[in-house]
């Protein structure tokens, strides 16, 4: 079935259709093939062994456990409202092994045992597809970051101005696949809201390279370095970094900016055409604000970095469910 074929709307209500049920299936499938987080042991019993007994039987797995905690992100629901809505799905309970629904505070410590690093890997094995014939076709990513809301304020302006505090707020970065039909999150990085943008671009690109060969990179001036340029240039890929105003091809060390600086410069036309692919990430952005708000609901980093990564686990199972409909 081609794209040209499907209106816009038909292939949107194909998509959404039974989401629920797809999501369970497809996440069923993709943790088989993975390895417990560190957090779990790999034995059948919980609570405190001893020598004559061997502890209570374990009720939840962490299949089952990380499953919930991806829908309770979905239905963007409480920790109390989610047990109840898992346990009056016969369906869901069947599908997941489960004899009863879990406790809030069963479901509360167990979402903090999934760190984000093994949540990417989750998301490397959720959009990774067979190996075809042939030459690879290489990853173009596009990188770029927006500001989400927290729940918190800043005790800085409480304490220092004297007077009532603004919201603190949290830097989500992305990698975005911008040539394929499918927008794809190769990787994610939540920062303060006061932390610069370029130190961050390490993290994402090496992320990038684990799903594949690399191809042009595109990103906006304020991830502009010269160490960027280079890392991009030794990872395979082909930098597409706008450079500032007061940027000179002056390579101080860098081979790959000057040769980006200069292409800037010579062929304007051609460097922008490249460099505007990167509106591909700007509504991958749009779309996970409108989808699931622009506000973090829980308070630390790390639980707010794991809730950025449900969402982007979420937006990926959508992109994966398009795709092979169109295919």
């Not at 390895?35 to 797995?61: A, E, I, Y």
């Not at 906006?220 to 280079?230: L, P, V």
């Not at 240039?233 to 970094?241: A, M, Q, Y």
């Not at 991958?284 to 973090?296: A, C, D, F, P």
Request: with cysteine.
């Amino acid at each position: 079935m081609r794209q040209d074929a499907l209106s816009r709307h038909r292939l949107y209500a194909l998509v959404e259709d039974d989401f629920e049920s797809k999501l369970v299936i497809r996440l069923k499938y993709v943790l088989a093939r993975m390895s417990p987080p560190p957090g779990w042991r790999n034995l059948k019993t919980r609570g405190r062994p001893s020598q004559k007994r061997d502890g209570r039987p374990m009720v939840f797995g962490w299949r089952s456990m990380t499953v919930i905690a991806i829908l309770r992100e979905h239905w963007g629901t409480t920790l109390r409202e989610t047990c109840s809505l898992v346990g009056r799905s016969d369906w869901l309970m069947q599908t997941m092994g489960l004899t009863k629904a879990p406790s809030k505070s069963t479901l509360q410590s167990t979402s903090k045992r999934l760190p984000v690093w093994w949540l990417h890997r989750v998301n490397r094995m959720l959009i990774s597809e067979p190996r075809k014939p042939g030459r690879p076709r290489k990853l173009c990513p596009a990188v770029d970051s927006s500001g989400l809301r927290s729940h918190g304020r800043s005790a800085w302006f409480s304490l220092v101005l004297g007077k009532e505090s603004r919201r603190d707020f949290r830097k989500m970065h992305l990698a975005v696949e911008c040539r394929m039909n499918a927008r794809f999150v190769y990787a994610w990085v939540l920062t303060e809201g006061s932390e610069a943008d370029s130190p961050v671009f390490t993290e994402l690109l090496e992320e990038t390279v684990s799903h594949g060969h690399l191809g042009y990179v595109c990103a906006d001036s304020a991830y502009a370095s010269r160490a960027n340029a280079q890392l991009t240039e030794d990872l395979g890929g082909t930098p597409i970094i706008r450079p500032k105003a007061n940027h000179t091809p002056k390579p101080a060390g860098s081979p790959a900016w000057k040769r980006m600086v200069s292409y800037a410069i010579s062929r304007p036309k051609s460097f922008g055409r490249r460099y505007h692919r990167r509106w591909m990430c700007e509504t991958v952005n749009s779309v996970i604000k409108r989808k699931w708000g622009e506000t973090l609901k829980n308070r630390t980093l790390p639980s707010q970095a794991r809730e950025l990564g449900f969402r982007i686990l979420l937006h990926n199972a959508r992109e994966r469910l398009k795709k092979d409909i169109l295919a």
